[in-house]
């Protein structure tokens, strides 16, 4: 029996009737078969069995090229996971801190797909692509639904002038009464399958898709479409072309996503342990993303003291800490804590406003035989596991 003997069985049994030439689409499988009663050939995206492929290997995509690609291997440089790619043109690389794993480079959209059909187990794209080429399967499970790169909204958007001129709202363009049965909104999109489904669930129902891979935006002043359905992020490109976003009209608000094959998951041996390790690192990364420690060697009688007189600031204290230790330094002989360094964590916003409020922070009298000590301050990026330290200002000390 041909491999191929069970999906022909199962196209066959869907269909009735004769099939001369026949194109049947699983698109949940992005497998089309072409049969007929003297020859059968048929084009399969990935493997046909709904048993997981057997590999040691657990394998990452990582989008090839386009706006996602440099981006990508950027945040896991910053979680030291350094993708070794011999050349651009080389398709697989591995990531030394992660034995087990074998990152394979593919277009977004094949990302996807090749999750699905179990020959990617993880894949970083954006949550748009998901969405589209995923359509809702179930074996595909968003790991991390925001990696803080690659934002943008699928969005419908129509032209600002002639008989939209004064539409400005989903149901607005819904109710207006050019559209019918004979002729029906013209919508040009690369989302076949989120476009039609959005305007099902909106209720919109005289609409008709068409589609093209690029350069949307010029279809409505071309006359070959009314409104369009595209990702948009500056909004450049739709104001360069004269079209408007409405109000309700975003589909989808998208970022780059961590996502993973169920079965891959629960099946393969390690995946979930590697998915756990990545998934840490990013958390870590993206959650230090922004944040700063700031140290200020502090005088004061003893740590609690110290810390009192932080916790006292009511704008220092909703930080986090402070972690308070003394600095030693030898008097008469002897190692005499007589500041101690506190370490507060800060968001970068607040980081201006912390550092004057501990400059400004009441001093204890200074006490006799004590050197001549003031605040010295610290400031680090935590950059994912490490932390790296960089000198914000120094004031005395
Ligand atoms: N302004 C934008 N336009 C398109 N995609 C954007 C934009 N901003 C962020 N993105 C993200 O980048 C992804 C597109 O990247 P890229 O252009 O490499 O994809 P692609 O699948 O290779 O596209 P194509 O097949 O059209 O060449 C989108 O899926 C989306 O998540
Ligand atoms: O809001 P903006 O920042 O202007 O970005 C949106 C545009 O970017 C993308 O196109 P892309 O540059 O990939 O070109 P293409 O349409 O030819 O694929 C997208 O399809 C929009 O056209
Ligand atoms: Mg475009």
Redesign the pocket.
Do not use: I
């Given at each position: 029996m041909s491999p191929l003997q069970p999906y022909f069985q199962q196209c066959l049994f869907s269909v009735s009737g004769p099939c001369p030439s026949l194109y049947i689409s699983v698109s949940k499988r992005s497998f089309i078969s072409c049969c007929s009663s003297q020859s059968q050939t048929a084009v399969v995206n990935g493997k046909l069995d709904s048993r997981i492929a057997e590999r040691d290997e657990i394998r990452l995509g990582l989008?090839s090229?386009?706006?996602?690609?440099a981006d990508t291997l950027d945040l896991l440089k910053d979680c030291q996971l350094s993708v070794k790619q011999v050349n651009p043109r080389q398709y697989v690389a591995q990531i030394p801190q992660l034995s087990n794993l074998g990152v394979w480079f593919q277009?977004?959209?094949d990302i996807v797909r090749k999750l699905l059909s179990g020959d990617l187990d993880l894949g970083i794209?954006?949550l748009?692509?998901v969405s589209e080429y995923g359509q809702g399967n179930e074996d595909l499970i968003i790991v991390h639904d925001a990696l803080e790169y690659?934002?943008?909204h699928l969005s419908l958007a129509i032209p600002k002038y002639g008989i939209f001129e004064n539409i400005n709202s989903l149901k607005e363009l819904a109710r207006m009464p050019q559209w019918t049965v004979e002729k029906p909104l013209r919508v040009a999109t690369?989302f076949t399958y989120l476009g039609p489904k959005f305007m099902k669930e909106n209720g919109l129902k005289h609409v008709i898709f068409s589609t093209a891979?690029?350069a949307l935006e010029a279809a409505p002043a071309m006359g070959i479409a009314d409104a369009i359905l595209d990702?948009?992020?500056s909004g450049t490109t739709l104001r360069e072309n004269n079209l408007k976003e409405i109000e309700g009209g975003v589909v989808l608000e998208?970022q780059a996503v961590l996502v993973a094959s169920r079965k891959a998951l629960i099946q393969r041996k390690g995946a979930l342990d590697t998915t756990h390790e990545i998934l840490e690192r990013f958390e870590a990364h993206l959650r230090a993303i922004g944040q700063f420690m700031v140290t200020a060697n502090m005088r004061g009688s003893s740590a609690e003291e110290v810390a009192e007189r932080i916790l006292s600031q009511p704008s220092l204290a909703g930080l986090q800490g402070p972690t308070v230790s003394p600095v030693f330094s030898k008097r008469d002989g002897k190692a005499v804590a007589d500041c101690y360094a506190t370490v507060i964590c800060v968001p970068k916003k607040a980081l201006y406003k912390s550092v004057q409020q501990l400059r400004a922070h009441p001093q204890p009298k200074r006490r006799v035989g004590v050197n001549e000590q003031g605040f010295h301050f610290c400031s680090s990026r935590l950059v994912n596991l490490n932390v790296v330290w960089c000198r914000l200002e120094v004031v005395g000390c």
């Open positions: 989008p090229k386009g706006r996602m690609a277009r977004p959209k794209v954006g748009d692509t690659g934002d943008c690369g891979d690029g990702l948009v992020s998208s």
